[in-house]
């Protein structure tokens, strides 16, 4: 038999099957082009938005006048450039700890409520969110200030005899920022709340487990992803955080977002403040990848 | 790991529950004795997991009391009660494997580290998984995470095992075999066993006692042949198995002798009386099995029916004939001579295997 006569015998033995696959390979492309057209806008935009500003700030770091990689020397070579990288990442994980510590009772919270209490809180969350950090963060200037209302209400309770120098120290920024930054912690660690399979903990409870274990063996371990995504989005945020700590803080409380507009805004030395951009944007990425095999295993435990 | 031991009896003394304004059980009492394997089964609403998650603590009943050997239960969180539940869909820990699963009960238990590995093996000889231990849950069949819940409720050795219709996800196929499976265990290990289903024929395969439950409340307990036979009502005659039920008038009752007609025929038969017997001028229907009806003999009293639809089951013939009233009755026989669609035949029934039920108007 020759290869032709194989070929035209099986074309006649299954001609439903080809054409069902033609049918199907034309579908796929059909659908491919679609999923093109449709990501078309969001690439263009991102392209010429943000790629392309990206390479220029990278040339950009490398064209100080001291050589190619003068600028990246110069910020790791310095010990105060060194010490703002480490205190901005020190103050990203302790407003992190504490915005994930005070997030999770309240996201449990928020999970146990119904109706027209669950809509209350949840509002009581996204309201803040909804409001700009700016205005946010004057209002912890006011709240705070020497003459301001904790001030006055602590002197009235007896507390203290004169007001406290609440303002423009790590305190201030602390608390500002964690203001501003809790509903992301919030939000991830509700949903996968929300996502807990009661029966479990129906079940955890009938095999002997006290309110206590079942949270520990059950509730925790599966609400890990929540918690890992909640951590995450504080913790790159804080990383970036410029408003807050500018007017809330000190002398002394100076991040690394600060640092950068000190060398575009008062020094004019462009290629220092992208090198610094782009130390930082190292450190992120270095982070999230961490955080993303965390975040898989996540996943990998609650899905079925 | 054949211990002794046999689980407690466990008795509902009036217990009664209200969800908002839809009273799901009615004032209720059953006991069910140590080692009792008892199935409650009814239509969904009917009370029977509500009955199940009392037993279990899930669920607090609004009045009457729930005793465990000799404790009163009724208000004990389960974490208390010592029972073992195997859910509906499991309720397996996603994030744990087949040991952790298992283990979960002795290890909030505290029980050392070697006898947990020793009563694991155990359970898991048991259900017949052996070196599953380090398998993941989703890598699990259906049948097998059913086996582990299984393991998971009988390795804290529970006074009181519960299982809220733990076969309703699988194939037909595996249920079968899967209830062979826990009867097997259940003979070995004689613990106090609630069984919630739907499925009568799961049922009976099962139970050393069924509580029938409809609308909130226990219709019948009995044995599975019990209510199979002596059916105390239409609706457990109609819930379990095949019925013709076939409206009569009672023509006379004298002592342990009562006489009736069905209705559109004149032939008067009669049989023993048997409990809950409706009253003269009651409104009342034959309960006839399809096994239990045969073609008369010759020169024996019989009915008249036409063959509505003939069906080959194999070994078993089964008929779909039509009254002159107009009512169909299925018949169901072994060795059956052939017969056309649209031929004549008579046929009769032995009077101890009929049963006379009340016509309380209440749908199946």
Redesign the interface.
């Known amino acids: 038999m020759t290869t032709a006569e194989t070929s035209r015998e099986q074309k006649i033995a299954y001609p439903i099957h080809r054409a069902g696959r033609v049918f199907a390979t034309k579908l796929a492309s059909r659908e491919a082009i679609v999923t093109c057209l449709l990501l078309l806008p969001a690439v263009l935009f991102l392209t010429g938005g943000f790629v392309f500003p990206l390479i220029k700030l990278f040339t950009l770091s490398l064209e100080s006048e001291g050589g190619t990689l003068s600028a990246y020397r110069e910020i790791i070579g310095s010990e105060v450039f060194r010490a703002v990288f480490v205190q901005t990442l020190i103050l990203a994980v302790t407003v992190t700890v504490i915005s994930v510590l005070l997030a999770y009772p309240a996201a449990y919270l928020l999970s146990r409520l119904k109706d027209g209490w669950l809509t209350l809180a949840i509002y009581c969350v996204l309201v803040p969110f909804w409001i700009s950090v700016l205005v946010r963060t004057f209002s912890w200037m006011l709240l705070l200030e020497r003459n301001g209302p904790v001030n006055s209400t602590l002197m009235w309770l007896g507390v203290t005899d004169q007001p406290l120098k609440l303002l423009f120290n790590d305190l201030a920024v602390h608390l500002g920022m964690i203001h501003v930054l809790l509903p992301y912690a919030v939000l991830p660690i509700y949903a996968s709340l929300l996502k807990l399979?009661p029966?479990?903990l129906?079940?955890?409870?009938?095999?002997?487990?006290?309110g206590l274990?079942t949270f520990l063996?059950?509730t925790l371990?599966?609400t890990a992803a929540g918690v890992a995504a909640g951590a995450t989005f504080v913790f790159l945020l804080s990383l970036g955080f410029y408003i807050t700590p500018m007017l809330l803080g000190g002398f002394h409380n100076l991040t690394v977002a600060m640092l950068i507009d000190n060398f575009v805004n008062e020094r004019l030395v462009w290629p220092l403040a992208a090198a610094a951009s782009f130390i930082l944007l190292f450190i992120i990425l270095v982070i999230l990848a961490v955080a993303a095999r965390f975040l898989s295993i996540g996943q990998m435990?609650?899905?079925? | 790991m054949r211990d002794s031991a046999q689980g407690n009896p466990i008795f509902f003394n009036e217990v009664s529950k209200s969800f908002d304004t839809v009273q799901a059980l009615l004032p209720t009492s059953l006991k069910v004795g140590p080692g009792e394997f008892l199935t409650l089964l009814g239509p969904s609403g009917s009370g029977k997991t509500t009955l199940l998650n009392i037993a279990?603590?899930?669920v607090s009943p609004d009045r009457g009391r729930v005793l465990l050997g000799n404790r009163d239960v009724t208000h004990l969180?389960?974490?208390?009660?010592?029972?073992?539940?195997v859910?509906q869909?499991y309720?397996?820990?996603?994030?744990l494997n087949v040991f952790d699963n298992i283990a979960?009960?002795l290890?909030?238990?505290r029980i050392p580290e070697a006898e947990i590995r020793t009563r694991v093996r155990a359970v898991l000889a048991m259900v017949q998984l052996e070196g599953f231990e380090e398998r993941r849950?989703?890598q699990l069949s259906g049948g097998q995470q059913q086996r582990v819940a299984l393991a998971?409720a009988m390795v804290?050795r529970p006074d009181l095992l519960l299982m809220d219709e733990p076969l309703s996800a699988l194939d037909r196929q595996l249920r079968k075999h899967v209830q062979l499976e826990i009867r097997r265990i259940h003979n070995e290990h004689r613990r106090t066993t609630i069984y919630v289903t739907h499925d009568q024929e799961e049922a009976l395969v099962m139970s050393d006692r069924i509580a029938v439950m409809s609308q909130g409340r226990i219709e019948q307990v009995g044995t599975p042949t019990e209510l199979y036979r002596e059916p105390k009502n239409v609706f457990v005659a109609r819930f379990l198995g095949e019925s013709n039920l076939l409206p009569v008038e009672i023509a006379e009752r004298s002592g342990r002798e009562i006489s009736y007609r069905v209705e559109g025929e004149s032939r008067i038969w009669s049989m023993q009386a048997h409990d809950g017997m409706p009253m003269r001028n009651d409104r009342a229907l034959l309960l006839v099995r399809p096994e239990d009806l045969t073609p008369a003999p010759e020169n024996e009293p019989g009915i008249e029916a036409g063959v509505e639809e003939a069906v080959y089951l194999g070994e078993l013939t089964a008929l779909k004939l039509e009254l002159a009233t107009g009512h169909s009755v299925w018949m169901r026989q072994m060795g059956l001579p052939p017969v056309r669609e649209g031929e004549k035949m008579r046929i009769r029934w032995h009077p101890q295997n009929v049963r006379l039920l009340k016509d309380t108007g209440r749908a199946a």
């Open positions: 399979d029966r479990l129906q079940a955890s409870n009938g095999l002997g487990a006290s274990q063996r059950v371990p599966l435990l609650v899905t079925r | 279990a603590g899930y969180p389960p974490r208390h009660r010592n029972i073992g539940m859910f869909n309720a397996l820990f996603p994030h979960y009960g290890k909030v238990r849950i989703q998971r804290i």
